[in-house]
């Protein structure tokens, strides 16, 4: 079954305690992202991978880190979490064309205080 | 740069109405045009998407979407709604020949759908 698997799926931490949220895809996908979702501001993409080893900002990238050293797996790396970053947190993966459908992993809700 | 706007934040309605959710979009260049559905608690899922051809998508569901390219605008819309169809629908584009499908989200619209 072609998923998206994200993992913890919910995650209560403190100010400035680092944290990992991992993110994994089987379709063999190159392109991965994170989105945060907030309310009544959508999805905002965070960063995102075209293959091993190659990342971009995405519109939101501060107080964020990613890293992209197996193409299947992209976490997502909160250094130094301030409570302005607490969210609703995805992960996706899409094929290499603008037209093909992305795949959204379960969501991770992140709690800073 | 593209923006979307989704003119409704919260839509009620009752069980078997008809309902439309609005979108609105924004971009100097042609775009690939999505609706998402998120159930509570749970990911995103494609409900339809307009890439070309027929402006009419019909997705799961029951759902269908009008693409209006002089109004840009791609409003989703079922005949008739189950209270199993509330949920919080995401209006998205993506950039033609933009590799990585960055999607640009609309502010999102729940729907309640009451007995």
């Known amino acids: 079954e072609a998923q998206v698997t994200q993992n913890p799926r919910y995650l209560i931490t403190v100010t400035g305690k680092k944290l990992t949220v991992t993110c994994s895809q089987n379709?063999?996908?190159?392109?991965m992202s994170w989105y945060r979702q907030d309310p009544g501001l959508g999805l905002r993409q965070i960063y995102y991978?075209?293959?091993?080893?190659?990342?971009d900002k995405g519109d939101v990238p501060e107080g964020y880190k990613v890293s992209r050293k197996e193409k299947r797996n992209f976490p997502l790396i909160l250094e130094s979490p301030s409570p302005n970053q607490t969210s609703l947190y995805f992960c996706?993966?899409?094929?290499?064309?603008?037209?093909?459908?992305?795949?959204f992993g379960p969501g991770t809700r992140l709690t800073v205080l | 740069a593209q923006s979307v706007t989704q003119l409704d934040s919260q839509v009620p309605v009752f069980e078997e109405a008809p309902v439309e959710l609005r979108c609105n979009y924004s971009?100097?260049?042609?775009?690939?045009l999505f609706w998402y559905v998120q159930y509570p608690n749970q990911g995103l899922q494609l409900l339809l998407k307009?890439?070309?051809?027929?402006?009419l998508v019909k997705g799961i569901n029951g759902f269908e979407a009008e693409f209006n390219k002089s109004q840009t605008s791609f409003h989703l819309r079922k005949p008739s709604v189950h209270i199993s169809d509330t949920a919080e629908y995401f209006c998205?584009?993506?950039?033609?020949?933009?590799?990585?499908?960055?999607?640009?989200f609309g502010q999102g619209t729940e729907l309640s759908v009451k007995p």
């Open positions: 971009s100097s260049v042609s775009v690939y």
């Open positions: 307009y890439l070309s051809g027929s402006t």
């Open positions: 998205a584009v993506s950039r033609r020949g933009n590799q990585g499908g960055k999607l640009i």
């Open positions: 379709m063999n996908h190159e392109y």
């Open positions: 991978s075209m293959n091993v080893e190659v990342t």
């Open positions: 996706a993966s899409v094929g290499d064309r603008g037209s093909d459908t992305q795949y």
